[in-house]
């Protein structure tokens, strides 16, 4: 079998593209299609674990909306940068990798067999795939090795549709100045477009959609309304806005500060989202609120870079002060060995190499070290005994006194660890606080009214309203039929790249 395909392209980043296929993923679907999600290249550290690995967050999320299990093949390559200028690069789910930002772009080519196995093994097995580019279609200047937008589809023969966001203005010029900077062979495989993100009545822009049409002969697929149920569901790169109204009732006030290489702060959705609790981050130059109930440090692609970011806002006071004052803090991931006595990195293993103190709030020392872990884990709470699950990412191992008070058992082995008054707590387990039942028992710690909701019936309900508001807005059969089986075919060898 050979899938259909489609593509969909950005005129730029952050134009809603990842909600966009996550959206079209559920409505085929509901159309009884084996469909799949791909996005040959991602940067972003926000990821997920998946059976082989990691991959982008996003391709996860799209890959619950299609009603499969998320797999490498979904997004063959995942750069999770480490600082303004390096990336680590992973291939199939593991690290093959660090470049700085000129190594890759030229080395980029060389991916593409990668990128190219995991499509056909996805072709091979669905009925239709549906390709996420990255950034914008017409970066030209990056067009001659490009394996996510237009390179990637001319060498699997897969028509695109182009997706810009009207919420940023310019749409018009976004469209149709990437018409006239596309060369004539990446033009021709462009099918139609989608505006996103739209306030107020559609047909105000009518004119302005017979101006794109006229002036590029691309159809037009529909005017995309803004969507508030995408606000309930995880973002890719971007941090969600923080409400900044007063606290409702007996909320618990949880902020977490914005580390500049801040990963996987998806964490905080189900907190977001809970009733019981006011979250917000609290961006660069701003203070940590001292009537903060519980602190939260995310995990980090650069430990001892955040850590010296962290100093550098006066947040490591702010964190010291409230735990002296009998605050509660949480560190996840990087964020747990933020908060011990040392960390050493000769290598550079996760950043830059060297050795710096932590912040001293546990009496434990990380060590990184060059294998990293990646894996989908269950266990148990070892204070309230209950069931938890989610996933580890890290490198890295953290020892000491306070580690034989572990916050969890998970797989049979201890996990984290807890300061002898309790109120110091740190952990490897990501997604701890979708599981219900434990969240509202860490909660009522914080404030008694906390009760258990259901947070990934949640997450269906906002995949489902997304995909309604696709339905309604979009033409989607005439986009799907536009897809068409890709005529590439990959060398056999090629298959080597599957991890």
């Not at 973002?235 to 949880?254: C, F, H, M, N, Y």
């Not at 989908?376 to 309230?384: D, E």
């Not at 938890?388 to 000491?400: A, K, L």
Request: aromatic share 6%; net charge neutral.
């Amino acid at each position: 079998m050979t899938a259909r395909c489609l593509m969909i392209q950005g005129t730029g980043s952050d134009v809603g593209k990842s909600l966009v296929v996550a959206g079209l993923c559920r409505l085929a679907r509901r159309r009884g299609i084996r469909v799949a999600p791909f996005k040959p290249q991602n940067m972003s550290n926000n990821a997920a674990a998946c059976d082989g690995g990691e991959i982008g967050r996003a391709q996860a999320l799209q890959a619950r909306a299609a009603g499969v299990e998320p797999d490498v093949d979904h997004n063959p390559v995942l750069l999770k940068p480490q600082s303004d200028r390096t990336a680590q690069v992973v291939v199939h789910g593991h690290v093959r990798s660090t470049l700085d930002a000129a190594n890759f772009l030229d080395g980029r080519a060389t991916l593409m067999p990668a990128v190219m196995a995991s499509f056909e093994r996805l072709a091979a097995r669905h009925e239709m795939v549906i390709v996420e580019g990255a950034g914008s279609a017409a970066e030209t200047n990056l067009r001659r090795a490009d394996i996510a937008n237009m390179g990637f589809a001319r060498r699997a023969d897969v028509p695109v549709c182009l997706l810009a966001d009207i919420e940023r203005g310019g749409v018009i010029a976004n469209l149709v100045g990437t018409h006239a900077v596309l060369e004539p062979g990446d033009r021709a495989l462009v099918v139609g477009f989608l505006v996103n993100r739209f306030r107020g009545d559609p047909g105000l822009f009518d004119a302005g959609l017979e101006d794109i049409i006229s002036r590029t002969g691309w159809p037009s697929f529909g005017v995309i309304p803004w969507l508030p149920a995408a606000a309930l569901l995880p973002a890719e790169d971007a941090v969600p806005a923080s409400a900044r109204s007063p606290r409702a009732g007996e909320q618990a006030l949880i902020v977490a500060p914005m580390l500049s290489r801040m990963a996987n702060f998806d964490d905080a959705d189900p907190l977001r989202q809970d009733p019981a609790v006011d979250f917000r981050f609290i961006p660069p130059g701003q203070p940590l609120p001292r009537d903060a109930d519980l602190v939260i440090l995310f995990g980090t692609k650069s430990t001892l870079g955040d850590l010296a970011f962290l100093r550098a806002q006066g947040w490591d006071h702010d964190i010291v002060a409230h735990a002296r004052a009998g605050g509660r803090v949480l560190g996840l991931c990087g964020g747990f060995q933020l908060l011990g006595r040392r960390i050493d990195d000769p290598r550079g293993v996760d950043g830059e190499a060297g050795s710096i103190e932590g912040l001293g709030l546990l009496d434990v020392e990380t060590r990184m070290q060059g294998g990293k872990t990646v894996r989908r884990i269950a266990g148990t709470c070892a204070t309230s005994g209950l069931s938890v699950s989610g996933y580890e990412i890290h490198c890295g191992d953290t020892r000491g006194p306070d580690s034989e008070r572990p916050m969890f058992e998970l797989g049979g082995r201890p996990d984290g660890a807890r300061s002898a008054n309790g109120r110091i707590e740190g952990s490897y387990l990501h997604g701890l606080f979708a599981s219900d039942r434990f969240r509202a028992w860490y909660l009522r710690r914080l404030n008694e009214t906390a009760a258990a909701f259901d947070f990934d019936a949640g997450v269906e309900r906002a995949i489902d309203a997304v995909a309604d508001g696709l339905e309604a807005a979009v033409a989607v059969d005439r986009l799907f039929a536009t897809a068409r089986p890709t005529t590439a075919t990959a060398p056999r060898r090629l298959r080597k790249f599957r991890a």
